[in-house]
T-cell receptor, first 117, second 114 residues
Framework: GAVVSQHPSRVICKSGTSVKIECRSL??????MFWYRQFPKKSLMLMAT?????????EQGVEKDKFLINHASLTLSTLTVTSAHPEDSSFYIC?????????????FGSGTRLTVV | AQSVTQLGSHVSVSEGALVLLRCNYS??????LFWYVQYPNQGLQLLLK??????LVKGINGFEAEFKKSETSFHLTKPSAHMSDAAEYFC????????????FGTGTQLKVEL
């Protein structure tokens, strides 16, 4: 089945530095990828939707300059948390939609636990 | 806008007992509905999905869900709980046709006791 690889699984960074998270679809082409943030004991909050070759669409309240998303190919999207602060600490999850499955095929990565110290 | 409501943030069952996790949706047109499971510090795994075909949907690990339009519900069930079923479960909705986004419920933590 469809597999999405998310990397790294855990990262600790210092306040003020930037962190890049990668999301790769391993065996399918993903025209659309989604980035979610999950707070402890909470649901997933959609941050942005990225389409290959175009700018990401951010949800209301999500800072574009803070959370940079790049979707340069049909198999790779990256989320860069710039100038990270402790309040950015969270669990970030990507999801990719399989172009071949239309609106049915959402596959999730295994998540990245970001801790900013 | 579409949304889903999961009743009960925590559900506890005995091993071997019936599992029932509730999900109600709000949508002006029949949507697509999904159930996902999440284990600690992991991503989401699809259990099953309703995409306007059969109303009774069978998924992985013995789970199934029934789409009931009259009740706007899509409850998840499993006849006999196993210890390995302990996890967080999310119901999600997306629009039929060209819509992209999945909207998640707040989740239900399932605890399975001996």
């Amino acid at each position: 089945g469809a597999v999405v690889s998310q990397h790294p699984s855990r990262v600790i960074c210092k306040s003020g530095t930037s962190v890049k998270i990668e999301c790769r679809s391993l065996d399918f082409q993903a025209t659309t990828m989604f980035w979610y943030r999950q707070f402890p004991k909470k649901s997933l909050m959609l941050m942005a939707t990225s389409n290959e070759g175009s700018k990401a669409t951010y949800e209301q309240g999500v800072e574009k300059d803070k959370f940079l998303i790049n979707h340069a190919s049909l198999t790779l999207s990256t989320l860069t948390v710039t100038s990270a602060h402790p309040e950015d600490s969270s669990f970030y999850i990507c999801s990719a939609r399989d172009r071949g499955q239309g609106n049915y095929g959402y596959t999730f990565g295994s998540g990245t636990r970001l801790t900013v110290v | 806008a579409q949304s889903v409501t999961q009743l009960g943030s925590h559900v506890s069952v005995s091993e071997g007992a019936l599992v029932l996790l509730r999900c109600n949706y709000s949508s002006s047109v029949p949507p697509y509905l999904f159930w996902y499971v999440q284990y600690p510090n992991q991503g989401l795994q699809l259990l099953l999905k309703y995409t306007s075909a059969a109303t009774l949907v069978k998924g992985i690990n013995g789970f199934e869900a029934e789409f009931k339009k009259s009740e706007t519900s899509f409850h998840l069930t499993k006849p006999s709980a196993h210890m390995s079923d302990a996890a967080e479960y999310f119901c999600a909705v997306s629009p039929q046709g060209g819509g992209n986004k999945l909207t998640f419920g707040t989740g239900t933590q399932l605890k399975v006791e001996l």
